[in-house]
Every structure is written in structure tokens, then in C-alpha cells.
């Protein structure tokens, strides 16, 4: 069985720090890129970050210079570290992998094989 399975939301206030995790089982995790997405109240779901299956990385601008996203093969899974949060920043978190995709498709939903259900990240003011 598939499953992408997102940990590490919480409330946090702003200004501080998160790190996401995502844990993938049930494919070949190697051969995929591995995105985040989040969807804020009343908004659509957005790509900010992936990791291709060669270590490369993308950001979306509203998180360039806060985010980091890094994989760890061994451990089938992926990582996002958030700093400097503020209110906007507040939405459900949800990593994907896609086997298909190119870079300039990267934050294309339509593109992602897998998804995860998502975590909660709520950042207070």
C-alpha cells in the first residue's frame, strides 16, 4: 500500500520555526520528486517546494530564503524546514511525489502519483 504520510504541524508563533516530515512507503521512493504543497483557508492548494529525485530543489517565491527541503533515501523520506513564520504561512501542509515530471512542472499538481493527507500548521500573531 502507498502512503505519504505528513508529521510536525502544530501551532507556532510567529516569527518562530517548524520542520515538516514526510514518510513515504509502498513505492520506489528513490525514482520520485517529492514536493510540498499547502492550501490556506479559503485559498487553493499552492506547490512552495521539491525535491527532485537528483537533489535538486525548488522554491516557491513566498518561501525562498525561509524553507529548506532536503530527502533522505535510506529513510524514505522528506523534509521541510520552515523559519521565520508569519500568519500567511498558516495552512494545511501536504507533501506529494511524482515519478513524471519535469522541473518546470515541478509545483503542478496534476503531475503528483501520490499524495499524503496533510498537517496543520497554524502560526499565531
Known amino acids: 500500500e502507498v502512503q505519504l504520510v505528513e508529521s510536525g504541524g502544530g501551532l507556532v508563533q510567529a516569527g518562530g520555526s517548524l520542520r515538516l516530515s514526510c514518510a513515504a512507503s509502498?513505492?520506489?521512493?528513490?525514482?520520485?520528486?517529492v514536493c510540498w504543497f499547502r492550501q490556506a483557508p479559503a485559498k487553493e492548494r499552492e506547490g512552495i517546494s521539491c525535491v527532485t529525485k537528483t537533489d535538486e530543489t525548488r522554491y516557491e517565491e513566498s518561501v525562498k530564503g525561509r524553507a529548506t527541503i532536503t530527502r533522505d533515501n535510506a529513510q524514505n523520506a522528506v523534509y521541510l524546514q520552515l523559519n521565520s513564520l508569519n500568519p500567511e504561512d498558516t495552512a494545511v501542509y501536504y507533501c506529494?511525489?511524482?515519478?513524471?515530471?519535469?522541473?518546470?512542472?515541478?509545483?503542478?499538481?496534476?503531475?503528483?502519483?501520490?499524495w499524503g493527507r496533510g498537517t496543520l500548521v497554524t502560526v499565531s500573531s
Open positions: 506529494a511525489a511524482a515519478k513524471h515530471v519535469t522541473w518546470r512542472l515541478l509545483f503542478n499538481e496534476v503531475f503528483m502519483d501520490y
Open positions: 509502498g513505492f520506489s521512493f528513490d525514482d520520485y520528486a
